[in-house]
Each structure stands twice: as C-alpha cells, then as structure tokens.
C-alpha cells in the first residue's frame, strides 16, 4: 500500500510529476491523467501566457547524472489552468494541485483570488522558487519576502496549500525558514527541492554550454540533487510538525522514493526521470517501491516514514 493523504486529500499512491515536467498543456496533462501517477500538478503559472527563454533550455547531462534547465516560465497563463481545474474530473481518485508563480505579489494575489472563487476542490502550490527568470531572484531566498507574502496570501487561499521551495544549504537558513512557515496553520505542506539553481554544463567536447538562455547557467535537477533533496525534505521534516512534506529531487528509481519517505516525505515528485522517461516511470517507480516495501516488511508508508536511523 503506497497510498497517501496530502493536505487532506487521498493520492492512490505517492507519486507524481515534479511542476514543470510533463504539464504545461492540456495534451500533456492527459498523459499524467492516463498514468500510474497518484496524483498530478500543473506548470507553474503566471498571470499572462508566457513563451518563456529561448531553446535549448533543456537538456540532460551525460552519464544519467542529472539536467539542466532554463525554460523561463512558458506557461499557458493561470486562466487556462482555472479553466482546466475547473472542467477536470475529481472523482476519478488522482487528486488536481496547481502551481502558481506570479511575478509578483500583486499577480499571486489576483490568481489565488481566481482560484478561490472558483471554489474547486484542487490544491495550490505556490512557488517560491523559480531560478530562471532573468532579473527575478527567488523569493524562496528571501525570507522577509516570504513572510510577506504568506502573510497576504494564506488568508486568501484560507484552505490547506503549499509552497515550492528552493535547496538550502546552511542550518541556519532550515532554522529561519521553518520559523517562518510555522506562523501559517494552513500552510499544510512544503514541496522541497526545486532545481539547484544556476548551474552551468558544458560539453567537453565542443566547449558549447547545453543550454542557451543566461550563458548556460540553469537549474540542476535529477540524481546528482538527490541528498541536497534528502537534507532539505528532513531539515523541514524535524522543523514543521503538524505539516507535511513533498520530496522531490534525483528519483530514478524505487530506491530514491523509498529514502524521500524514510527523510519524512508524504509524497514524492519526479521530474528529470520522466522528462527522460516518459509517463511509464510512475508504473516503474511504484512496483520498484513496492518491492522494496515487501523486502523490507513494510506494509504502509506510516511504517518507515521519517524514520532514518542517526548514529
Ligand atoms: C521554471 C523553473 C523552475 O524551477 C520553476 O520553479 C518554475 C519555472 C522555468 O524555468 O520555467
């Protein structure tokens, strides 16, 4: 039983795409329906469509280590995403999330007013933590900022949400953060990590960056993230008690989903993999953590969840 509840929705299972991958269209959106996936969430949206930065803005390192990424937001704009929400089949048990990353606060404001209004049964994420917009930084950098705008838009949602979130890398700043998303009960969860921002590939043998937008610098994602991910989904683990975490970062396999739970995540995302692999990896990936669970005697995820061993 790989079966979770995520601010108080039930997912068939624990696994779905990572924002980004796999969704910016309702094309797209239909695979992740058509899926093994326990759930699915929409491409991060502004409030105006967006093309976003020029190609290649994508591509995976050699070796199977990871991606590289610069899309720069393309998205469809959050009407579109309303729009699906708001047509999208609730019963049929893979519960909706919705990202947003407005530009501004302004923008959020409007957007989660839309989405309230609309009064739909999917859950927002909303994301602090996109490193591709030139002149943007992330706010999830920024604490003042996030209090700031947690405390305009939470009472606004004024239901259980989420927020996507940068790496970090320094105690202090898992101690500064988490003091911040204890002051808001219905921050229900927190997604960590996004890519680890500002990387830069170069093919040795052209010595050509991989990407095209900001000089080749883009966010990292896929194995080598893995336990900068781990780190963060169990820093906020021991910090947030009563909220949950959603893992994301270097899954390629059951084995890398089974650590996300043991570091204390409810759910696990996937994003290089099933860019790379395609819609088949939410099959894959649960059969492989479903064996693993037998191997071990786990019976449900409750059973290990949180539960790494400290020497
Ligand atoms: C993009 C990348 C991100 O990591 C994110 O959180 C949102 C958008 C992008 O480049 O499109």
């Not at 990292?220 to 947030?240: K, S």
């Amino acid at each position: 039983d790989i079966s979770t509840t995520l601010a108080g929705v039930k997912l068939p299972n624990l696994l779905f795409n990572a924002s980004g991958v796999c969704c910016q269209t309702e094309a797209d959106l239909k695979l992740m329906v058509e899926s093994e996936s326990g759930s699915l969430i929409t491409k991060s949206a502004t409030y105006e469509q967006r093309d976003g930065n020029p190609s290649p803005r994508y591509n995976p390192l050699p070796g199977g280590i990871g991606s590289i990424n610069s899309m720069g937001l393309p998205n469809e704009g959050y009407e579109y995403y309303l729009n699906y929400a708001k047509n999208y089949d609730y019963s049929s048990k893979k519960p909706l999330f919705i990202s947003l990353s407005g530009l501004s606060l302004a923008d959020n404001v409007k957007m989660c007013e839309a989405f309230v209004a609309a009064d739909l049964p999917c859950v927002l994420e909303i994301n602090y933590s996109c490193p591709n917009v030139p002149g943007k930084p992330q706010m999830g950098y920024d604490f003042e900022a996030m209090e700031h705008s947690l405390s305009v838009l939470a009472p606004i949602i004024n239901k259980p949400f989420g927020i996507k979130l940068p790496p970090y890398f320094d105690i202090a700043h898992f101690d500064q953060a988490a003091a911040v998303f204890n002051k808001f009960d219905n921050l229900a969860f927190v997604t960590c990590i996004n890519s680890v921002g500002n990387g830069l590939a170069i093919d040795f043998e052209t010595e050509e960056a991989l990407i095209k937008p900001k000089d080749g610098f883009g966010g990292l994602g896929g194995l080598m993230i893995l336990n900068t991910a781990l780190a963060n989904v169990n820093a906020f683990h021991r910090r947030l008690p009563g909220k949950q975490i959603i893992g994301v970062g270097g899954v390629v396999s059951g084995k890398e989903a089974f650590l996300h739970v043991l570091a204390g995540a409810s759910a696990v995302q996937i994003g290089t993999t099933l860019k790379e692999e395609g819609p088949a990896v939410f099959a894959r990936v649960a059969k492989e953590l479903s064996d693993i669970m037998i191997a071990k005697g786990y019976k449900t995820l409750e059973d290990f969840r949180g539960k790494v061993k400290t020497l």
